[in-house]
Structures are given as C-alpha cells and as structure tokens.
C-alpha cells in the first residue's frame, strides 16, 4: 500500500480525569517534521510522541494538538496545612501585637496563604497512559486515511501509465507508414529538384533519415519505465521519492522523443506523454 502525506485524525478520549481530544493533520514535505500544540502540564510528553511518530511515518509535515478539559469533580477534597496555618496565625498576631492593632483575624486571609489549603493531586500517570492510548488509536486512524488517499493516488497514477504504454503502442504502430511517408517525400523533392543522385548516395540518404527519426530506443525505455513504476507502485510503502526520480526519467524519454519527430502524430504524442507525465507528477508529490 502507498500513503498520501496529506490526512486529518480526531480522537477523543474520556476519563473521571475529564475530556481530551487529539487532532492530527499533516500536509506534504521532503521530510518528517513534526510539531506540537500541548497543555503546559503535558509538555514533558512531546520526545515520546515524537519518537513514536518518527517509527511510524516516513515523510510529511505533521501537527498535532491536544485539547485537555479537567472534571472539575475530578479534584480531591480540601485539606488544611495545620502546621503552615498555625506558623501564619502566630506571625500575624505578633505583627498585631507590634502594631497594638487589635481586630480579629480574618479566617479568609488565612486559607488564602499560598499553601494553608490543599487539595490532592491528580494522577498525571494514569492520565498520561491514557492520553498515549488514545494518541496511538489516533495515529492508527491518521495512517489510514493516509492509505485511503494513496490508493486513489495509486488508481490515477496506474490509469497515466496505462495510457502512457498505449501512447507507446499507437506510436510503434505508426513508425514504419511514418518512414514511408518521409522516403517517398524525398524522392518527390529529389524529381522536383530534378536531381539524380547514385543508388548508393540515395541509400545513405535513407539510412541518415532513418537514424535521426529511430524512436525505437525511447519507445523502449518508456516501456521498461512504465513496468518499474508499476513495480514501485505495487510494491508499496515510502516509495515517494521514487517515483519522483522516474518522473524525471518519463521526461528526459518523452523530450527526445518529441525532438526526433518527424510528423505531427508523433508530436501530439510526445505532448500527450508531456501532460500525463506531469498529472502523475503532482499526484506524486504528495505520495510518502
């Protein structure tokens, strides 16, 4: 199977802890590059996704971003820090006493002392393991979509070589009436001129036109570069890069082929080869 670099992912997740969602979309890129948009107190989780995005994909510019919503009930009960209570009571009353103010304490400004009063931490380990559950769920989902995007991908890409070898076809075909019809031209030009030349100069006049007008070889390669792409294809997997250094090859066969024409099928041809090489091209940047 072959992936597209181009997908979006959702996951959701929900615990006593509270909501979280994952979001996991990715564009096309030489590289893997990934970012990250997390909470503050989930920090300390980006080396692991990253690694684990790094055993998973190939190539693609990724984004992920997590949305975290505590259960407010989730939260311990309250507690009081006796000690600390205690040590801020007696140094108020001395400042009071200091000061001969005489008002009673006010019980709010005591709890509002930064650690009189307490609550329980929330396991942020179990949070965490089920945050990388989902996580994991959500870049199973995301490589899927990535698969359903590159076998349509791979369906339009097999549909240009098919077409590409029956350019190859129709183009074979037509060589030998092509020659034909450029033999008996110069025999035409040659009456017109009224210029009789030796069998053997016309021979060799025949066997240069020949060579300059030989596609054979491009026709060759173009077949042999259709069934390679097809093998790549088949065989699946990161193969972007690939199939881009066989575009080029496509190319270097169809420009030879458009500059040795002889006639103007052969050169709706080379342009035809020219368009569908280039559909394959654009399908194929955004192919891992």
Not at 12 to 23: F, I, M
């Amino acid at each position: 199977m072959i992936y597209s670099m181009t997908a979006y992912a959702r996951k959701e997740v929900k615990g006593d802890w509270g909501t979280a969602v994952w979001e996991i979309r990715s564009v096309n890129q030489r590289y893997l590059e990934t970012y990250f948009r997390l909470p503050e107190q989930f920090r300390g989780l980006e080396p692991v996704l990253r690694e684990r995005f790094r055993q998973r994909l190939a190539r693609g510019k990724v984004e992920c971003a997590l949305r975290f919503e505590a259960n407010p009930a989730a939260k311990g009960e309250l507690s009081i820090n006796e000690t600390l209570a205690n040590q801020v009571i007696n140094a108020a009353k001395q400042v009071m006493a200091m000061t001969g103010d005489d008002n009673r304490l006010n019980p709010f400004q005591i709890m509002n002392w930064p650690g009189v009063m307490e609550t329980s931490e929330q396991d942020m380990d179990a949070i965490n393991k089920d945050l990388l559950a989902a996580f994991d769920e959500g870049v199973s989902e995301f490589i899927e979509a990535r698969g359903r995007e590159g076998d349509n991908m791979k369906a339009l890409i097999e549909q240009r070589l098919s077409a590409i070898t029956a350019e190859v076809i129709k183009v074979r075909a037509r060589m030998p009436e092509i020659l034909e019809w450029q033999r008996e031209r110069l025999f035409s030009k040659f009456e017109e001129a009224k210029v009789e030349l030796e069998p053997s100069r016309v021979e060799q006049e025949l066997i240069l036109l020949a060579q300059k007008s030989d596609v054979a070889e491009e026709l060759d390669r173009l077949d042999s570069h259709v069934k390679e792409a097809n093998n790549i294809l088949k065989k699946g997997g990161a193969c972007g890069r690939r199939m881009d250094f066989m575009m080029q090859e496509f190319n270097r066969e169809s420009n030879t082929l458009a500059s040795k024409s002889i006639s103007t099928d052969i050169t709706a041809s080379g342009v035809e080869l020219k368009v569908l090489i280039e559909q394959m091209r654009e399908q194929i940047q955004n192919i891992e």
